[in-house]
């Protein structure tokens, strides 16, 4: 069983910075692919970014890429979204996900309660 808790969400203006956390609970975290995905009122889950067990490797989705950053540090057993030059339609509620199976392209099986992001024009 693997607990997921998000946090640093908040109120920012337009073109400035945020930084979500995911802390996770279990022993075999370091052994997930993490992931970062948002839901906008009104609209389905969309996948935001993601990152092997190990960092090595990330993703991110177009409408973000060169603005926010996914890392993890496995010794505490948290990853991060460090979000720069937000604009008011990265809006969302945001979820951190864990893959057990699968690396960073497979299923999300485990899912946080969500942080609310609001960025006003």
């Known amino acids: 069983q693997v607990q997921l808790v998000e946090s640093g969400g908040g109120l920012v203006q337009a073109g400035g910075s945020l930084r979500l956390s995911c802390a996770a609970s279990?022993?075999?975290?370091?052994?997930?692919?993490m992931g970062w995905f948002r839901q906008a009122p009104g609209k389905e889950r969309e996948f935001v970014a993601a990152?092997?067990?190990?960092?090595?490797?990330?993703y991110y989705a177009d409408s973000v890429k060169g603005r926010f950053t996914i890392s993890r540090d496995n010794a505490k057993n948290t990853v991060y979204l460090q979000m720069n030059s937000l604009k008011p339609e990265d809006t969302a509620v945001y979820y951190c996900?864990?893959?057990?199976?699968?690396?960073?392209?497979?299923?999300?099986?485990?899912w946080g309660q969500g942080t609310q992001v609001t960025v006003s024009s």
């Open positions: 996900a864990a893959a057990t199976t699968g690396g960073p392209t497979g299923v999300y099986d485990y």
């Open positions: 279990g022993r075999t975290f370091s052994s997930y692919a």
């Open positions: 990152i092997s067990w190990s960092g090595g490797s990330t």
